[in-house]
T-cell receptor, first 115, second 114 residues
Framework: GAGVSQSPSNKVTEKGKDVELRCDPI?????LYWYRQSLGQGLEFLIY????????KSGLPSDRFSAERTGGSVSTLTIQRTQQEDSAVYLC?????????????FGPGTRLLVL | KQEVTQIPAALSVPEGENLVLNCSFT??????LQWFRQDPGKGLTSLLL?????REQTSGRLNASLDKSSGRSTLYIAASQPGDSATYLC?????????????FGRGTQLTVWP
């Protein structure tokens, strides 16, 4: 079946512009996570959705970052007034969301470069 | 805060060798530990998931062990092949944290040459 998909796969933008990154989770998965992987760094958690609610936004690095999820499916991560330090790979993952021990399935990521 | 460390950062071996990748974590109150594989330009693929009550998991040539009390896990790869070349990531989910939220190490970059 289809896995987690993300778009665009690559995005180059100018400093100060806004960008939107999209994640399509596996159908039926209620839990959705966004992570960021900066060059030379480990993956860092950004935000967690259960359904359309975001009970944990603690990983968002600043108020320029926001995310939403609609219909318990697609999620969009928006970065306003992008900065060069926002350059990273943004990864989305989903899981069934019904238990404490679940495999998370990751998308291929969006590579963001802010010039 | 949970800290996850992976050693070595990079490893280059000839085909056929057996090898061990190491992962350590500071907070032993974990739900589970997972090993992932990341290929260049691609997302993460889950290899093995070990629940906190388990000691090890095996899948094909891969074996992962967990010693929760000492905060350590190892990933053993038998008879390595060039196709095993990738970055291997260790991640834990911890009690008291958001369900499913993973804390990752920085990975071990493995190269297996023919």
């Amino acid at each position: 079946g289809a896995g987690v998909s993300q778009s665009p796969s690559n995005k180059v933008t100018e400093k100060g512009k806004d960008v939107e990154l999209r994640c399509d989770p596996i159908s039926g998965h209620t839990a959705l996570y966004w992570y960021r992987q900066s060059l030379g760094q480990g993956l860092e958690f950004l935000i967690y959705f259960q359904g359309n609610s975001a009970p944990d936004k603690s990983g968002l690095p600043s108020d320029r970052f926001s995310a939403e999820r609609t219909g318990g499916s697609v999620s969009t991560l928006t970065i306003q007034r992008t900065q060069q330090e926002d350059s990273a790979v943004y990864l989305c993952a989903s899981s069934l969301g019904v238990g404490k021990v679940e495999t998370q399935y990751f998308g291929p990521g969006t590579r963001l470069l802010v010039l | 805060k949970q800290e996850v460390t992976q050693i070595p950062a990079a490893l280059s071996v000839p085909e056929g060798e057996n090898l061990v990748l190491n992962c350590s974590f500071t907070d032993s109150a974990i739900y589970n530990l997972q090993w992932f594989r990341q290929d260049p330009g691609k997302g993460l693929t889950s290899l093995l998931l070990i629940q906190s009550s388990q000691r090890e998991q095996t899948s094909g040539r891969l074996n992962a062990s967990l010693d929760k009390s000492s905060g350590r896990s190892t990933l053993y790869i038998a008879a390595s092949q060039p196709g095993d070349s990738a970055t291997y990531l260790c991640a834990v989910s911890i009690r008291g944290s958001t369900l499913g939220r993973l804390y990752f190490g920085r990975g071990t970059q493995l190269t297996v040459w023919p």
